[in-house]
């Protein structure tokens, strides 16, 4: 009785679908191969737009409050977009959400370089698909996750999800070191700051088309399975049944971090150091590739972590050292001592990111997953969508500029205590295979 209680709430162990003939079909699949390069492609382009995203708009005259509001329509509206998208997707076809996805990458992209105008600008913020931060945004994580989850068996897959991340986190380093060289080498040959911008973000927009063509080449094996597919009638308008309860919960802690997250995203760090320290553009670069290696390379210990210690545990115990280096960055003297801080911290950071996904795809039933990802991926786009509009105003304050990475800190030990407190009993079903 103990145990039920502990576990109420979770699905029970659902089947991988294999080859009855070639049980290690799926493994081999080609579609994992491509939902990778999917995943590359795409963090490439947001670490290429993110280094110079914060740069341009106040380039090209934008106030604080101006960059806050479009950067919180950005994320708002990239909700919206994708709330519908994601929770459609296990109906409508996986295939064609990631296409829709990369259609409206590129024509935010394609605006932003077409005009300065503020007006339009927050137009096409709010419908397309635009990165302000370097981490995922729109509908393909959700979708994604859903997939590779379906490829293949419970054990594996908080390895494959690490593995996912660290793919993705290199991707970002190489786009933010990238941008920054990008950037910097049309300043130095006379262009104008805010033209050489632009440069970049007309390559965010070229990744959008690479990307359509990409995902027209992965197969029907990612869709749901129609054995798997729930009765319409016991489904809400989320795309959930039994797992609605679980799933909103999580959600609303998620939606916690991502606001705590927001008032430190890397186009706001990058400004930071180029206002307090004077860092250039490629300097930037660098910083922020250096940190998005290092997260990569922090995901991947997940796995490992995971299989010893839980999936809850990880998320929550390496989360929490990270947000004290956080805090502590711009409580240092120079410039030398921020970037170890700020270093130290990606290098712990993103254990919990393989962990929070493979935790999420654990306890939903197949034909939630994609729901699942995309509800509690949508409470973090709500989240960090309100998060500029108090932060941007603050890092345009030479006196307060320091202050956002304290408030995201603390409001994010704040949420890995409420989770463990939440969920360390409920626990995914191959945590309680042999236990």
């Known amino acids: 009785m103990a145990r039920q209680r502990a576990t109420r709430g979770v699905a029970g162990p659902h089947p991988v679908h294999v080859d009855p003939q070639d049980p290690g079909k799926l493994a081999r699949s080609p579609d994992i191969a491509l939902l990778f390069a999917t995943r590359i492609l795409r963090m490439f382009g947001y670490g290429f737009l993110a280094v110079v995203l914060v740069l341009y708009l106040a380039a090209i005259g934008l106030s604080g409050g101006e960059q806050g509001l479009l950067l919180g329509l950005t994320l708002l509206g990239d909700a919206g977009v994708s709330l519908w998208l994601t929770t459609h997707a296990d109906r409508i076809g996986r295939r064609r959400v990631l296409l829709v996805g990369a259609i409206l990458m590129l024509f935010a992209g394609f605006v932003f370089v077409a005009t300065p105008v503020f007006g339009v ?43 996912y991340q660290l793919a993705g986190s290199f991707a970002t380093a190489a786009g933010t070191l990238a941008g920054g ?111 998005n290696v290092l997260a990569g390379f922090s995901a991947l210990a997940a796995g490992r972590l995971a299989a010893r210690f839980g999936l809850i545990r990880t998320m929550v115990f390496t989360h929490l050292p990270s947000n004290i280096l956080l805090m502590l960055v711009p409580l240092m003297p120079n410039l030398q001592l921020a970037v170890v801080m700020l270093l130290a911290r990606f290098a712990i950071s993103q254990m919990d990111v393989p962990t929070r996904q493979s935790y999420t795809m654990a306890i939903v039933a197949p034909d939630e997953r994609s729901a699942a990802a995309g509800v509690t991926g949508i ?21 307060l500029a320091g202050l956002p990475f304290l408030i995201s800190g603390g409001l994010k030990v704040v949420y890995d205590l409420l989770l463990y407190r939440s969920f360390k009993r409920v626990r995914p079903p191959e945590e309680m295979e042999g236990s």
């Open 121 to 163: 600008l927050l137009v096409a913020a709010t419908i397309g698909v635009i990165s302000p931060s370097g981490n995922e945004v729109g509908p393909f994580l959700a979708v994604e996750q859903a997939s590779l989850a379906q490829l293949v068996p419970a054990r594996e897959r908080t390895g494959l999800f690490a593995r």
């Open 181 to 291: 060289v990008v950037s910097q080498l049309v300043i130095n040959g006379g262009a104008s700051p805010a033209d050489a911008y632009r440069v970049v973000i007309l390559g965010y927009a070229i990744v959008g088309i690479a990307l359509a063509l990409l995902v027209t080449r992965v197969s029907a094996r990612v869709e749901v399975p129609p054995a798997d597919v729930a009765d319409q009638t016991i489904r809400d308008r989320l795309g959930l049944h039994r797992s609605r309860n679980v799933v909103l919960r999580l959600s609303a802690l998620f939606a916690l971090d991502a606001f705590a997250g927001g008032f430190a995203i890397q186009g706001f760090i990058a400004f930071w150091f180029n206002q307090r320290y004077g860092v250039d553009p490629g300097g930037l670069g660098l910083i922020l590739s250096a940190a």
């Open 379 to 399: 409470a973090r786009s709500l989240g960090v969508a309100a998060s500029p509009l108090i932060a941007a105003p603050l890092y345009a304050s030479v006196a």
